[in-house]
Every structure is written in structure tokens, then in C-alpha cells.
């Protein structure tokens, strides 16, 4: 689960990392209101999980109540990244003495987080990393043994800092550390964290995803987390289903779990296909929840036909035939659809689908079901042209 920045800074805040004074408004007249409660020397920031809001214009620096209204009138509306701007974040002013960079996330090929450090940050800081990256530091977590503030402190040594702003940053990073291991977070960021003219150092920025399998440990959380996301992405959440769009895709996934999913989509890429969606229905599935997950996947931009991959072992391969055609009937789906299913009441999903016309593969492998696909799509648009 993403969180906007507003929301990001809030969990900042209680952990004890400094942020900016700010107000959350949806239209021009708050956003002036905002702005002349902080003296009205303001930014004003359009809260998308999109990243670049700076170069997309979305962050604009005001000097009066006027100007912030006039730029939230330009910033509300806006399409950033598939994302329309709902709402704005109306903010205090820092005096920048300088801009640094302070980031956690998972690292794959180390299989364990890493806190990343720079004290070149601010919106360049993926170039930074590319063209200087002895400029990034960065620091693996040790699975058993906790890390200690002299660990902290000899990073950002490395790193470049020194005196008080040492102490400062290092406070932060401990900080942030907490946040991550204590909020389930995958990825923790602040670019950039800002040291003013004061000495302070300040989070201008957050960016935290929390672990969806971890939400049931942040049920506060839950009643923002659509703030930002698409529709299709917030029906997903209604629905019970984890579900991520592919720009550029064509062949739309449905999976009865989420190594399931990720393998069904490894094998339509190496078929040369591009899979559209990462879905995966989870478990305890009823009709409506695999009707719910048709129509978001059919509705997912550029999906040309919808694989369905299941096994039935909590789930009951009856009830999500059903829910298949569900979907079918009331959406009117017309795509080709293709389903590899087994296992609990296989037998009874089989019949519908076979009854409704569709073809199942039912002993056969997940290469078989993707290369009926790629094919039914090949034929598809050969007969009637690009289907969207």
C-alpha cells in the first residue's frame, strides 16, 4: 500500500522525524486559507503516488493567499502519470540551507533492506546515483544484530557530513529505521531531507509503502489508502484483491496466488507476450471477488485477453467458474478468455466453462494455457484488427 505524502509525513510525525507545518485542502478558496494561516509564503503540492510532481509542475512555490489559490486552480486536475489531482498539500516554506537524501527498501539481491544515503538529494537523485555514485552510500541491515547510532554516525561521515548537522541527520536516520520496522514498510524515503538555515533537519518529502500482507497490523491506515490510486486500483481494494496494472501490456493475468501470478506472467513474457496486470484473487475466493477481478482486468488499458490461472485448494474451482462467467454476462466482457484451472470441484468448473463455450485446460501446463492465449489474440486481431 503506497501512501501520499501527506499521509507518509503523518506516520513520520509519530516517530518523532520533523516535517513542515501543512493542510490538506481539495479547491482553490482552502488552499488560500492555508496559505494565509503560514504567513503566505507557501508550496503547494499535488498529492499523486506519481514521482517528478517538481518537473510535471505539480509543486509550486507561492508568495501570497492569491498566488496559492491560483496554483492550486493550475494544479487540481491535472493527469500525472494516469493519476488526476484531487487534492493539494499546502505547506510551510523552509529556508534550504542544503538538500540531502535518506531511503530504505528492500534489496533483492541481498535479501535483506538496506538504508541508502546521499547528501546530493532532491529530484536528480536517480542521476545522481548513476553518474556519481560514489556519492551514495549505503548501509545492508544485519538480520540479527540491531543497528546502533555509531553505525549512523560512521555512514554519514562517509557520506560527507560533519558537526551539527551530524547529529541532526543521524537522528532522522535512527528515526526512519523505526518507521520502516515498525510500519512493515518496503521502501521508506525522504527526498529531500532538508537541513535549514536553522540547522534543523527537516523531512520536505515522504514516500512510505507499507506491506500489504502487514496491513491488518495498520487498520488506521486503511480508511486513506486510496488517496491517489486509479479506479480500477481502488476497486481492487474494495474487492479483497491485489492487483497492479502493466503500461504496455497486452494479455490479462488472474492468479490464484501471488507466486502463482508472477510465474504465469515470467512465462508470457518468455513467450514473447506482455502480461498487462499483476492480479492474484487471494484465498477463501467467492463468485463475486473472481466476477470483481474479470471485469477489473477486462478493463485494464490494452488488455487483449484475459488468462485465468487457478488451483483449487482453498478455493473452490466451482465457485470462481462462476464467478468467470459472472462477469462475463453482466459486463459483457468480449474478449477471449482462457482458463487453466484444477483442483477443488475441478469437475464442476470444468462443466460450466465447457457449457458456456470457453476452453479449459485441465491437466495441461501454464506454457499450454499461454500459448492458447497469445494465439486466440493473434487471431483476434488478424480477424478484426487491434482490439482496442
Not at 13 to 18: A, M, N
Not at 89 to 102: F, N, Q, S
Not at 135 to 148: G, K, N
Not at 238 to 251: E, H, M, R, S, T
Request: charged share 25%; hydrophobic share 45%; glycine share 12%.
Amino acid at each position: 500500500m503506497k501512501l501520499i505524502e501527506k499521509d507518509g509525513k503523518e506516520v513520520f510525525q509519530r516517530f518523532g522525524i520533523p516535517v513542515p507545518l501543512g493542510r490538506l485542502v481539495r479547491d482553490p478558496e482552502a488552499a488560500a486559507a492555508a496559505a494565509a494561516a503560514l504567513g503566505g509564503r507557501a508550496v503547494v503540492k499535488a498529492q499523486v503516488l506519481t514521482g517528478k510532481r517538481g518537473k510535471a509542475g505539480a509543486v509550486r512555490l507561492v508568495d501570497s493567499a492569491e498566488q496559492a489559490s491560483q496554483a492550486a486552480a493550475g494544479i487540481i486536475g491535472l493527469n500525472l502519470g494516469g493519476e488526476q489531482v484531487e487534492t493539494i498539500l499546502v505547506e510551510e516554506r523552509l529556508e534550504i540551507a542544503r538538500e540531502l537524501y535518506a531511503g530504505i527498501t528492500l534489496d533483492p539481491g541481498r535479501g535483506t533492506a538496506v538504508l541508502i544515503f546521499s547528501v546530493r538529494g532532491g529530484m536528480d537523485i536517480e542521476e545522481v546515483a548513476a553518474t556519481a555514485p560514489e556519492a551514495v552510500v549505503t548501509m545492508p541491515f544485519d538480520e540479527v544484530e540491531p543497528v546502533r547510532r555509531h553505525t549512523l554516525y560512521a555512514m554519514a561521515k562517509q557520506a560527507g557530513l560533519h558537526g551539527s548537522e551530524l547529529v541532526v541527520v543521524v537522528d532522522v536516520l535512527f528515526r526512519l529505521m523505526r518507521v520502516f520496522e515498525d510500519m512493515d514498510a518496503t521502501t521508506a524515503e525522504i527526498n529531500p531531507l532538508v537541513i535549514t538555515a536553522a540547522g534543523k533537519a527537516i523531512a520536505a518529502d515522504a514516500k512510505l509503502v507499507i506491506d500489504d500482507s502487514a496491513l491488518f497490523r495498520h487498520k488506521d491506515l486503511i480508511p486513506t489508502k486510496t488517496e491517489g490510486l486509479g479506479e480500477l486500483e481502488k476497486a481492487a481494494q474494495q474487492a479483497g484483491v491485489a492487483y497492479v496494472p502493466l503500461p504496455g501490456g497486452d494479455v490479462g493475468v488472474i492468479a490464484g496466488g501471488a507466486g502463482l501470478a508472477l510465474a504465469t506472467m515470467d512465462t508470457v513474457s518468455s513467450m514473447r507476450g506482455r502480461p498487462a496486470d499483476f492480479l492474484d484473487v487471494g484465498g477463501g475466493v467467492s463468485v463475486d471477488r473472481m466476477a470483481a477481478s474479470m471485469r477489473i482486468v477486462a478493463n485494464t488499458p490494452g488488455v487483449k485477453g484475459i488468462l485465468v490461472n487457478v488451483f483449487g485448494g482453498i478455493n473452490n474451482c466451482e465457485l470462481m467458474a462462476k464467478g468467470v462467467l459472472k462477469a462475463i454476462d453482466e459486463a459483457h466482457i468480449d474478449l477471449p478468455v482462457v482458463v487453466k484451472m484444477r483442483g477443488h470441484s475441478q469437475e464442476e468448473g470444468w462443466a460450466l466453462l465447457e457449457a458456456a463455450g470457453f476452453e479449459v485446460i485441465k491437466t495441461g501446463t501454464t506454457g499450454d494455457a499461454v500459448r492458447l492465449m497469445l494465439r486466440k489474440i493473434g487471431e483476434r486481431t488478424e480477424a478484426h484488427g487491434d482490439l482496442r
